[in-house]
């Protein structure tokens, strides 16, 4: 039997359907996302020019970034388990983790890949690997999805760097293409963010430039913003980042700094790259940090007497 309306899994928007009113939400975005992903996936073994290798392009020092740079990307392991937990109320995101997690996972396998191949003695071990895997903190998931959001971005552009550094031409390839899957990245977390712009308002427009506000402004900080350098588990501090857990702990400066010359122009296309999501995502124009800080504020002051109130 029939009732007066209708239960679909999409709901939201209130319609009158052959004499019964039926609520439809915003679509899930994961079987979206999942087909368009599949459809610029790269295979491993064939669209990889190995057969392009030159040794004499590749030293030790870049085998050792490498080396580092895997062990990094294995921390989206436990990266995908704190997503999964603090979004236990969110299946459509969850379900759009199986594809993100897959295709971090493989950046670490290919770089590993590519150490075995022709320098197996920079291969992590299994101990070095498993020591990123550590617990997060519950946190804000809004201010987390954003955090992840800004930290595609900037692994973009690290990895863009990284690929004009390097003089072998099967890592530079190699690390074009994992930037543009960090791109692709961005570019879903944005649709969730614009998806939870609609169901929560100003609660995600205050939480999405609270952290925005934060991630552009690497200039000011000693060290760069990026969530595997961030502090996430207060009972192991200092050493609960997962660059303090790598086998060297400062190599992300000494990385950035004094191999790829991540400098100043690559940080501004960072923070010009961030206002710009952020201005579409807000439909208003952020030109500087402090334009969208006031922004934030502005959501702040009109959130409180809501706040006040509850």
């Keep these: 039997m029939l009732s007066d309306h209708l239960r679909l899994?999409?709901?939201?928007l209130l319609v009158k359907s052959t004499g019964y009113f039926i609520f439809l939400k915003a679509l899930m975005l994961y079987p979206e996302l999942f087909k368009s992903l599949e459809q610029v996936r790269w295979n491993m073994e064939t669209d990889i020019p190995w057969d392009q290798f030159d040794a004499a392009k590749l030293t030790d020092e870049q085998a050792q970034t490498i080396r580092m740079n895997a062990i990094t990307e294995w921390s989206a392991l436990p990266a995908t388990e704190m997503?999964?937990?603090d979004n236990r109320g969110d299946s459509d995101f969850s379900a759009f983790m199986s594809v993100w997690f897959f295709e971090e996972q493989k950046h670490s396998l290919v770089l590993m890949e590519y150490l075995r191949r022709f320098r197996p003695e920079f291969v992590p071990t299994e101990a070095e690997l498993d020591n990123v895997r550590f617990e997060f903190d519950p946190a804000p998931a809004l201010e987390t999805l954003m955090m992840h959001f800004c930290g595609e971005i900037r692994l973009n552009h690290w990895y863009r760097c990284a690929s004009d550094w390097h003089t072998e031409p099967?890592?530079?390839?190699?690390?074009?293409?994992?930037s543009q899957d960090e791109a692709r990245h961005g570019g879903a977390y944005l649709r969730y963010m614009k998806k939870a712009l609609g169901e929560s308002g100003d609660t995600a427009r205050a939480a999405f430039a609270k952290i925005g506000v934060l991630m552009a402004s690497a200039r000011r900080t000693e060290k760069p913003l990026h969530p595997t350098n961030l502090h996430v588990n207060q009972s192991l501090f200092p050493n609960d980042t997962v660059q303090s857990r790598l086998p060297d702990p400062d190599w992300l400066e000494h990385w950035l700094d004094g191999q790829i010359k991540f400098d100043g122009e690559w940080e501004k296309k960072v923070v010009e790259r961030i206002l710009h999501n952020m201005s579409l995502l807000f439909e208003r124009s952020f030109a500087t940090v402090q334009e969208l800080n006031r922004f934030r504020?502005?959501?702040?002051?009109?959130?409180?007497?809501?706040?006040a109130a509850n």
């Design 9 to 12: 899994p999409f709901a939201g």
């Design 297 to 307: 504020k502005e959501v702040v002051n009109r959130m409180a007497p809501q706040v």
């Design 83 to 85: 997503f999964l937990r």
């Design 170 to 178: 099967v890592i530079k390839q190699i690390y074009k293409m994992i």
